[in-house]
């Protein structure tokens, strides 16, 4: 953008200094703190509980050492680095402290979207308590503390350590655009997965072995669960980079789960459930399971 240099010589030196520090604290909002950062300024003190000395942090590869059955998962989400600290007391059990950075801050709500169970508590984004654990994402991080074993004091201990360790991340905290696409009529919102892997789509849905949607990193899914009234459905929405990978996945799709599909691509599954797929450009809508053919053509036409 071409700017006028004579305007800018035209402001007042206080102007200056007070657009400097605008922009100063707007550069600062919008970016994320490091690891480091963070390491250096979540206390090590909560309570009765006190970090030990040594922190560790983990990579790419370092993390399988830590955390070998569940790494591939965090490694679906583009997986940086993460912080792992140790809170210990005397009679009381462990907490142990684990700061995930992940590639953006749609890979963080990834990340928390795989495991949506607990009650909600305002801690983070979408903080969630379960027995002996919490989770949150803020930022591009995704943040679990978890008990050794559950005691009102170290429950109490990890609630206070989540509210410090989230005040303590800066950055926005954005939503994958793809979520804003799903109907919200009947949308159960605890039921959202975002992901961009084939595997952690059959974690949760399973389809096929194989990659018969073309799922990278390249692209966006989205996976929810709908009441309306007293019928269920699931919905699958996935954006391709190209609409030509778009109408390759929509063919690959109707060849391997539904052949039988009629010319509006919807089929009346074994179980007695309707399943339907339909293409805009780059967006694949697809119904995986309804409990009535209007359901179907409902939620079809209802996509954002």
């Known amino acids: 953008m071409k700017t006028d240099f004579h305007i800018l010589t035209s402001w007042s030196l206080p102007g200056l200094i007070t657009i400097g520090t605008l ?11 490091t690891i480091e950062d963070l390491q250096a300024i ?12 040594d922190d560790r942090v983990f990579d790419e590869k370092t993390i399988f050492s830590y955390i070998d059955g569940a790494a591939e998962v965090y490694r679906a989400y583009n997986f940086k680095r993460c912080l792992s600290r140790r809170y210990t007391t005397l009679n009381g059990p462990a907490i142990i402290l684990d700061v995930f950075e992940m590639g953006s801050s749609e890979d963080a709500y990834g990340v928390f979207t795989h ?7 305002a801690v983070g984004q979408d903080g969630r308590l379960r027995p002996g654990w ?17 005691t009102a004091a170290a429950q109490q201990a990890v609630m206070e350590l989540g509210r410090l360790a989230a005040d303590n991340i800066t ?14 009529v009947g ?14 789509l059959n974690y949760h849905y399973y389809l096929s072995d194989e990659n018969i949607l073309n799922i990278s990193a ?3 899914a989205a996976l929810a669960e709908y009441q309306i009234k007293k ?8 954006k391709y980079p190209t609409a030509e990978i778009a109408v390759e996945s929509r063919a690959s799709f109707l060849k391997h789960y539904l052949p039988d599909a009629d010319k509006k691509g919807m089929v009346l599954l074994e179980n007695n459930k309707w399943a339907a797929i339909n293409i805009h450009e780059k967006l694949l809508v697809i119904v995986l399971e309804a409990d009535s053919r209007r359901l179907a053509e409902q939620l079809l036409d209802n996509v954002q």
């Open 23 to 33: 922009l100063l604290f707007m550069i600062q909002s919008t970016h994320a703190n």
């Open 187 to 200: 949308l159960q919102n605890d039921t959202i997965r975002y992901l961009h892997h084939f595997i952690v």
């Open 231 to 238: 019928q269920s459905a699931r919905m699958l929405l996935v």
């Open 218 to 220: 390249e692209t966006d």
């Open 134 to 150: 919490l989770s949150f994402w803020r930022a591009c991080y995704f943040v679990s503390i978890y008990m050794e074993e559950e």
């Open 171 to 184: 950055g926005n905290s954005t939503t994958p655009e793809i979520i804003d696409m799903l109907p919200t």
């Open 42 to 53: 979540i206390p090590g003190q909560v309570g009765r509980w006190s970090a030990q000395t």
């Open 115 to 121: 495991d949506l169970d607990g009650v909600k508590v």
